[in-house]
């Protein structure tokens, strides 16, 4: 993540919003252009989730992502469904974090990536966190489960107190 050094990386954490193209009206810069590993398309979004603010904010940006990722109303509506809960888990369960979208583009294929991270506690025990009905909170217990229906790739990297990425792939079927 650093790419440019540290003083990139810190540069990048402190801003809420580091780029979004045409993701909602922000512009990306030339250094976050450069990250990704070679399959990942060109422009990429990241925000700070650390109040119910930013979970609009994302929520809004997310959906202009879908749009300019050519995804249909019902996969535009999956897509933003599923960064919210993930958005929200982070900033209820993690304390905050942040939420990257990326456009990918590989072979002309289009699709969206989220990339969700925050510094809490770690999921214990993964495989549990995904069972419906399970929750640590007041909430139904759907929202990480449900994220993952939502999406065509998933997975999850936690340790406990060290944290948990959610990555999120869905692709433009149309």
């Known amino acids: 993540m650093t790419r440019g050094g540290d003083a990139l990386a810190a540069d990048l954490v402190g801003r809420p919003r580091s780029r979004v193209g045409d ?3 922000l512009a990306p810069d030339a250094a976050d252009l450069a990250e990704g590993d070679g399959e990942l398309g060109e422009e990429c979004f990241r925000h700070d989730v650390r ?9 809004h940006a997310v959906r202009a992502a879908t749009v300019r990722a050519g995804f249909g109303i019902v996969d535009q509506t999956r897509v933003v469904t599923a960064a919210s809960e ?7 369960h ?5 939420l990257e979208v990326r456009l990918l583009s590989p072979g002309g294929r289009r699709g969206l990536r989220l990339t969700v991270r925050d510094e ?4 214990p025990d993964v495989e549990t966190a995904l069972q419906d009905g ?10 990480l489960g449900g994220a993952r229906r939502l999406v065509h790739d998933f997975q999850i990297r936690t340790a406990p107190g060290q944290g948990t990425t959610v990555v999120a792939t869905r692709w433009n079927d149309r």
Do not use: C, K, M, Q
């Not at 109040?51 to 929520?59: A, H, I, K, Q």
């Not at 993690?94 to 942040?98: A, F, L």
């Open 120 to 123: 809490g506690p770690g999921i």
């Open 51 to 59: 109040s119910e603010e930013d979970l609009l904010t994302v929520r």
């Open 94 to 98: 993690g304390g905050g974090g942040t």
């Open 23 to 25: 993701f909602g009206g």
């Open 86 to 92: 993930l958005a929200r888990n982070a900033y209820v």
């Open 134 to 143: 399970y929750t640590t909170g007041s909430g139904l217990g759907h929202g």
